[in-house]
């Protein structure tokens, strides 16, 4: 998502919800750009304990339950390059 000062970002969200999305047990992000490589983009977790530099190191992976609320903040310099996906599992419901 792009804010209109050019600023790539997500707000708070939950990556599990109907249909589709039902079928999410855990999502999972790969940091690919150096830490040095931007300013901002930092993943952050709502009402969650972590390290938050350690989110921001090249080649780490971070797995989390679908029905955390993560964001990441708007990026004011350089380009944050990360892999996201999710694992599928029988719906809840």
Same mark, same amino acid.
């Given at each position: &998502?792009?804010?209109?000062?050019?600023? =790539? +970002?997500? =707000?708070? +969200? %939950?990556?599990?919800?109907?249909?589709? $999305?039902?079928? !999410?047990?855990?999502?999972? /992000?790969?940091?690919?750009?150096?830490?040095? =490589?931007? @300013?901002?983009? $930092?993943?952050?977790?709502?009402?969650?304990?972590? @390290?938050?530099?350690?989110?921001?190191?090249?080649?780490?992976? %971070?797995?989390?339950?679908?029905?955390? /609320?993560? !964001?990441?903040?708007?990026? /004011?310099?350089?380009? !944050?390059?990360? &892999? %996201?996906?999710?694992? +599928?599992? @029988?719906?809840?419901?």
């Amino acid at each position: &998502m792009r804010d209109r000062s050019g600023g =790539d +970002h997500y =707000d708070w +969200h %939950v990556d599990i919800g109907q249909q589709a $999305n039902g079928s !999410r047990k855990l999502g999972f /992000t790969v940091q690919l750009s150096a830490s040095a =490589d931007y @300013d901002g983009g $930092n993943l952050e977790f709502l009402n969650a304990a972590y @390290d938050p530099k350690a989110l921001r190191q090249q080649g780490i992976i %971070v797995v989390f339950p679908a029905y955390f /609320t993560p !964001r990441i903040t708007p990026v /004011t310099r350089g380009e !944050r390059i990360a &892999m %996201v996906g999710w694992i +599928h599992g @029988d719906s809840y419901s």
